[in-house]
């Protein structure tokens, strides 16, 4: 069965410096990945998702994700945070098969300090 | 456009009473999923709709939880006697087509908590 580990539970970044939040996976073949924001009281958004292709994915926001299947990652990165990008960010798998469902990762908890 | 509308958006309630929660998804979205989250965790899939057929419902504790979804529309997911586990996040997700190739988009959820 398919899992996804979220190692880091809370980062704390300055505005304006980098982020990378890592997302490693667990599947015999390359799943569907896939980035949701969750801001407080609000509902799950979707960031980016990773089909087939190219490796480096453009997201919403100014994020991007770039899949390794050497280390099954799927690591989301933004050059410059906002403080309005503290929230919380999950990473989900799904099998490359219509009709499966997302399997969610616990999550990582973003704060951004001034 | 509407997006997916839940109802209550907060619930209390003593163990054992009955709970239900509603959903409205997205006009045109054929597929309908029911997610529970628990506090510091990701959600976890209870229950999948494909129109009016539930093709999914594996994760659902069948004992206390049943799901309806009339008409291929709104849904109802209710929860009989509620025990103090059962608190958590419930959310709702709809898509245009499966999974797998499709975005889901949640509602803001219905949070749960039991006495």
């Known amino acids: 069965a398919q899992s996804v580990t979220q190692p880091d539970i809370h980062i704390t970044v300055s505005e304006g410096a980098s982020l990378e939040l890592r997302c490693n996976y667990s599947?015999?073949?390359?799943?569907?990945l896939f980035w949701y924001v969750q801001s407080p009281g609000q509902g799950l958004q979707l960031l980016l998702k990773y089909f087939s292709g190219d490796t480096l994915v453009q997201g919403i926001k100014g994020f991007e994700a770039e899949f390794k299947r050497s280390q099954s990652s799927f690591n989301l990165r933004k050059p410059s945070v906002h403080w309005s990008d503290a929230a919380e960010y999950f990473c989900?798998?799904?099998?490359?098969?219509?009709?499966?469902?997302?399997?969610f990762g616990k999550g990582t908890t973003l704060s951004v300090s001034s | 456009e509407a997006g997916v509308v839940q109802s209550p958006r907060y619930k209390i309630i003593e163990k054992k009473q009955p709970v239900a929660f509603w959903c409205n998804p997205i006009s045109g979205h054929n597929t309908l999923y029911w997610y529970r989250q628990n506090l510091g965790q990701g959600p976890e899939l209870l229950i999948r709709y494909e129109n009016e057929e539930a093709v999914d419902d594996s994760q659902l504790p069948k004992d206390r939880f049943s799901a309806e979804r009339l008409k291929g529309v709104d849904s109802t997911l209710k929860i009989q006697p509620a025990e103090l586990g059962d608190s958590a996040v419930y959310l709702c997700?709809?898509?245009?087509?499966?999974?797998?190739?499709?975005?889901?988009?949640f509602g803001e959820g219905s949070r749960l908590t039991v006495l």
């Open positions: 599947y015999g073949a390359t799943p569907y």
């Open positions: 997700a709809s898509s245009l087509g499966q999974t797998a190739t499709g975005e889901l988009f």
């Open positions: 989900a798998v799904a099998k490359p098969i219509a009709g499966t469902a997302l399997i």
